[in-house]
């Protein structure tokens, strides 16, 4: 399939679990894709399994909590693409903890890579966008490019026990997708953001496993349709940038197993 040919996807996190999925699931249909992780290691196997089944990637090494860092990226993507079609914030940490014992660097490291990490990207790829309008300007909205942003929030947003960081970052994207939609629209960019409940990913191979998968059994019976794959997400994140949902901003979607409830 070719829905998104000549699209370039720029995904932080893209080394791993969700943001590893969406890059493969996007070259696999036709875009351009950008690898933005820390995680040297994973960023060069999945670059070259994109690669290898025929895709067009790279990879670049960069920290989202870091501004130089975050602009380089962009900078770079560009360059070599000419442009950023979809930006996907898919990189996220858990550093768990009860209020009364949560060390400040937590904190600050979860709330840095979540949520600076998402205004980080968002201001450095907007500046060009708005910038490309200002140069170009159209009559109509829809004349100027199409642009996507999708950040993964999480249903912990609505608060989760040990997560007061964690709940604080997804709850503070879901203002800032609002905000973004609102201001960046007239651009012809449309900002959403995905709610997931638990998938099997690495970020959770730690809890999933731990006191013999007594968390596993726990999670697996409060999740009516039970842990999800990551292609639950990615088939959203793809969607949320396809021409099908040309018509939506600021949107708040939940991909949650059929649990309505809290964790
Ligand atoms: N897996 C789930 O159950 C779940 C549920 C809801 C939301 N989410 C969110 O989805 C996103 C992706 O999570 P995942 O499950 O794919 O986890 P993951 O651990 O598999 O992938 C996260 C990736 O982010 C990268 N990363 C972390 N900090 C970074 C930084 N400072 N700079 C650059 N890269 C960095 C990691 O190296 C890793 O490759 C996260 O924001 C997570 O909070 C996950």
Redesign the pocket.
């Known amino acids: 399939m070719d829905r998104f040919k000549g699209k370039v996807a720029y995904i932080?996190?893209?080394?791993?679990?969700?943001?590893?999925k969406a890059a493969k699931e996007f070259a696999a249909e036709g875009a351009k894709v950008v690898i933005?992780?820390?995680?040297k290691e994973?960023?060069i196997r999945v670059e070259n399994e994109i690669k290898n089944a025929g895709g067009e990637v790279f990879y670049f090494y960069?920290?989202?909590?870091k501004a130089d860092?975050v602009e380089n990226g962009v900078k770079t993507a560009f360059e070599k693409y000419g442009t950023i079609d979809f930006l996907i914030?898919?990189?996220?940490?858990?550093k768990d903890g009860m209020i009364h014992k949560l060390p400040e660097e937590n904190w600050d490291d979860v709330i840095?890579?979540?949520l600076k990490?998402f205004f980080l990207n968002l201001q450095a790829c907007a500046k060009r966008w708005i910038d490309y309008c200002r140069v170009n300007p159209k009559e109509n909205v829809a004349d100027y490019p199409d642009r996507r942003v999708i950040t993964?929030?999480?249903?912990?947003a609505e608060g989760n026990i040990g997560q007061l960081n964690?709940s604080a970052a997804?709850a503070g994207m879901l203002g800032m997708v609002k905000t973004a939609g609102l201001e960046l629209i007239r651009y012809n960019v449309r900002t959403h953001a995905i709610?997931?409940?638990?998938?099997?990913?690495?970020?959770?191979s730690d809890l999933l496993s731990k006191e013999d998968g007594k968390w596993r059994k726990y999670y697996s019976g409060r999740i009516p349709l039970g842990i999800?794959e990551?292609k639950y997400?990615s088939q959203v994140i793809l969607f949320l940038c396809s021409e099908d949902a040309w018509f939506m901003n600021g949107e708040i979607i939940g991909i949650n197993g059929g649990r309505l409830d809290k964790v």
């Open positions: 932080t996190g893209g080394a791993s679990g969700l943001g590893e933005f992780d820390f995680d994973n960023g960069g920290d989202v909590r860092s914030h898919s990189a996220g940490i858990l840095n890579t979540h990490g993964i929030s999480s249903q912990a964690y997804k709610m997931p409940t638990l998938i099997e990913t690495p970020i959770l999800g990551p997400v």
